[in-house]
């Protein structure tokens, strides 16, 4: 049973820095995509990031390219989301999604219907 657990979440100030931890396990292998999404209030599911764990293959939303980053550790099956110079439409309710990389296109990467495993999501707010 594949299970996603986020972790790192908290407030910070604009400028600031966050890591976001998912940690994945129950996949059969480490040949998956896992992503991070986010929900503010009152607004849609918004995929921010995604990675290859086999790969390492990235890709991020316009909206955080070039102030997030996306890795993975040695194994896989923990994620990581450094998050620098931190807005405050930055502030949501963030998501660890996961899927096995051949049920996936790059179509599909930044759409929440594209993944089966989600975790419970981390709280981040920054303030002004």
């Known amino acids: 049973q594949v299970q996603v657990v986020e972790s790192g979440g908290g407030s910070v100030q604009t400028g600031g820095s966050l890591t976001l931890s998912c940690a994945v396990s129950g996949f059969t292998n480490n040949n998956n995509c896992v992503s991070w999404f986010r929900q503010a209030p009152g607004k849609e599911r918004e995929g921010v990031a995604i990675v290859y764990t086999n790969s390492g293959t990235t890709a991020y939303a316009d909206s955080v390219k070039g102030r997030f980053t996306i890795s993975r550790d040695n194994t896989g099956y923990t994620v990581y989301l450094q998050m620098n110079r931190l807005k405050p439409e930055d502030t949501a309710m963030y998501f660890c999604?996961?899927?096995?990389?051949?049920?996936?296109?790059?179509?599909?990467?930044?759409?929440?219907?594209?993944?089966?495993?989600w975790g419970q999501g981390t709280q981040v707010t920054v303030s002004s």
């Open positions: 999604a996961a899927i096995e990389a051949p049920k996936i296109t790059p179509v599909g990467w930044f759409r929440s219907g594209s993944y089966n495993y």
